[in-house]
């Protein structure tokens, strides 16, 4: 048995079978905290009167100029842009690479919308990411995010 200060490492020998017993938890990782964080972000959003700004933008019919942020070498990538490449319609796909998790996420995604926002030849911005874990997710639940798209004056779907 190996131990530290996190838990103690086991393995029965017989099966092979290794397991982790923590002694502690960090509780700013934990769902109920998370939920926490992120009600917080939106109170402070609604209460800048501007919290649905972006879902009032106009959106074209069919937007066929794309502008599409995600991880470019991600399967979330390639389902996206295959549905538009089988879709039989002309859609014409810029893409910028972001991180969908981790401290890069937030200013990477933030920068990317606000340059889509800024051309002239985007009728829609699509933020895609694949599936996770609520905490993979939570890096969305990020105000600075939020706040790229309140300010976007094309629509962030």
């Not at 048995?1 to 397991?19: E, N």
């Not at 919290?51 to 470019?72: C, H, M, Q, W």
């Not at 998790?101 to 990477?108: A, F, I």
Request: aromatic fraction near 8%.
């Amino acid at each position: 048995m190996c131990s530290s200060d996190l838990g103690a490492l086991d393995m029965y020998g017989p099966s092979g079978r290794i397991s982790f017993k923590m002694n502690d938890l960090d509780p700013r990782f934990t769902l109920g905290d998370l939920a926490a964080q992120r009600e917080e972000v939106l109170q402070r959003l609604r209460a800048t009167g501007r919290f649905a700004d972006n879902k009032e933008t106009y959106l074209d019919p069919v937007p066929l100029r794309v502008g599409l942020i995600t991880s470019i070498d991600s399967a979330a990538y390639n389902d996206f842009v295959k549905h538009l490449d089988t879709a039989g319609i002309g859609f014409t796909v810029l893409a910028l690479d972001a991180r969908m998790q981790g401290e890069e996420c937030p200013p990477m995604v933030s920068r990317a919308i606000a340059y889509f926002g800024s051309r002239d030849d985007i009728d829609v911005i699509a933020l895609i990411r694949g599936g996770g874990s609520k905490n993979d997710l939570a890096w969305f639940d990020n105000e600075q995010i939020a706040l790229a798209i309140m300010d976007c004056p094309i629509p962030v779907d």
